[in-house]
């Protein structure tokens, strides 16, 4: 049996591809230049795929919805969302569970279809995911619900998200309150977690050895997919910039300044080489 230096892989060893989605392939609703004609190479090399978000907020039609509308054409089963990734470790933990959720659509759903029944009546789980409208009496209801022996999930931990206004208290800000309030701390399952990669790896029927993560964030997508055995490109199109490289004790495998890029060095290699000249 053969192995692979992992050390050696290049884009053209890959396989399968995860890719973040702010900041990656869309900005503020516009698709960044190169994100339609690299999931384009992906269709035509019969490459898969998946687009992951840690915004639970939203169900996969609605992301397909909001992608299409930024000019790319996302298929719903090849989104993939911190919400799904919470479903599906759920219901192996306990199948068909009681779950208490702090959330929207994105994140009901994915439980609802997973055989969870969602009650504030002896919940398994105290679930907590994005939401627009944090409402003060189901945080209280869920602290008192953790004190009581709810397990505490959270589905993702970022703690603030972009509005028109400016920033918004996100997961990771509520359940710090929770927790300051239970003295539990909750299992995330969301980026950075290596957990959301393994279920999305097995999503697609993906090895990570020829599979690649591309992120826009050190702190999430790329420590976790190197974590998860991946290897990681990092894009300069949203939150990490160049200058925020050295604050970080570990490196992509590769950078580049857009999925543009990435997509040209991609089709490059995809060229077939030309005949030598004949000799006259």
Not at 3 to 19: G, Q, S, Y
Not at 145 to 166: M, Q, W
């Amino acid at each position: 049996m053969t192995t692979t230096n992992r050390a050696a892989r290049t884009v053209h060893d890959i396989k399968c591809w995860l890719t973040d989605m702010d900041g990656v392939l869309v900005h503020e609703n516009q698709a960044v230049k190169g994100a339609a004609e690299l999931m384009g190479y992906w269709r035509e090399n019969n490459l898969r795929f998946l687009v992951l978000t840690n915004n639970s907020i939203f169900t996969p039609r609605d992301l397909r919805a909001r992608l299409l509308a930024s000019g790319l054409d996302v298929p719903e089963e090849n989104i993939w969302t911190s919400a799904m990734a919470t479903a599906e470790f759920l219901a192996r933990q306990r199948p068909g569970g009681r779950t208490f959720v702090i959330g929207e659509a994105g994140l009901t759903t994915a439980l609802h279809e997973a055989g969870f029944i969602m009650t504030d009546q002896n919940p398994d789980y105290v679930v907590l995911g994005e939401t627009r409208n944090y409402s003060f009496e189901a945080i209280t209801k869920a602290i008192r619900l953790i004190e009581g022996g709810a397990k505490f999930i959270a589905t993702n931990p970022d703690a603030t998200g972009p509005s028109a206004e400016g920033l918004l208290p996100a997961t990771g800000a509520i359940a710090a309150l929770i927790s300051r309030a239970t003295n539990r701390e909750p299992y995330v399952v969301g980026k950075p977690n290596p957990m959301m990669f393994r279920s999305a790896l097995n999503r697609i029927d993906a090895h990570s050895e020829t599979t690649a993560m591309i992120g826009d964030r050190m702190d999430t997508d790329i420590v976790a997919g190197m974590e998860a055995g991946l290897l990681t490109a990092l894009v300069f199109t949203g939150i990490t910039s160049r200058d925020d490289m050295d604050t970080f004790p570990f490196r992509p495998d590769l950078q580049y300044p857009s999925v543009a890029n990435l997509h040209a060095e991609l089709a490059k290699g995809a060229q077939p080489a030309q005949a030598p000249a004949a000799k006259k």
